[in-house]
């Protein structure tokens, strides 16, 4: 098959799925994945995107309470498998959750379906991360809220006790495309 009939295949994953049966998958995946994230430190956000858009289907963010959590996160989770795919983490900034999040999806109202660029993320099963949803007034202050991405070259030439690459990832969430919708 070339690339574009897998790519054209992959669009249509969603067709196979009704919107329960892709809540179910997730909800096996958060059970799957939570135990694991958690063993690297303080999980302070959890969200994966239900979009169809190849950029963003699948990507799972997960924000630590510290950045050496999320770097412990980042080291051990490289390279590893889930359900066949290739684990790819990469830093980036996620400063409001509200400005990344597309509010007409949480009222089931988005005219433009799984298409959207802004997030359409599935409900977490718990309200352990509902304080995290509401975007903190500190964050709000952060003049350096602006988004960027550490790329992973930058990380694998940074020794592990690198303070300034540690303050600057700060305020940075963990990608993950792994979780097949």
């Known amino acids: 098959m070339d ?6 295949y992959d669009t249509d994953m969603s067709l196979e799925y009704d919107d329960k049966e ?9 059970d799957d994945a939570m135990p694991e994230l958690r063993s690297f430190g ?37 390279g590893r498998y889930y359900g066949g795919r290739q684990i790819r983490g990469q830093f980036t900034k996620v400063p409001l959750w509200s400005k990344a999040l597309c509010g007409l999806f949480l009222r089931k109202k988005c005219p433009k379906g799984g ?9 977490n099963p718990t309200s352990e991360f509902v304080q995290a949803d509401m975007d903190c007034e500190e964050h ?12 992973s070259k930058r990380l694998a030439n940074s020794s592990g006790g690198d ?4 303050r600057l990832i700060r305020t940075l ?7 097949t919708c």
């Open 3 to 8: 690339n574009k009939s897998v790519r054209e």
């Open 173 to 179: 969430t963990l990608i993950y495309s792994c979780f």
């Open 115 to 123: 298409t959207c660029n802004f997030l359409h993320v599935f409900r």
């Open 42 to 78: 303080k999980v302070i956000q959890f969200k994966v995107c239900c979009n169809l858009s190849p950029h963003l289907r699948g990507n799972v963010y997960v924000s630590y309470a510290t950045e050496r959590e999320a770097l412990k996160a980042y080291y051990a989770l490289m």
């Open 163 to 166: 303070e300034k690459l540690l």
């Open 22 to 30: 892709m809540y179910k998958h997730f909800l096996d995946f958060y």
């Open 140 to 151: 709000k202050r952060d003049e350096s809220c602006s988004r960027s991405t550490i790329s």
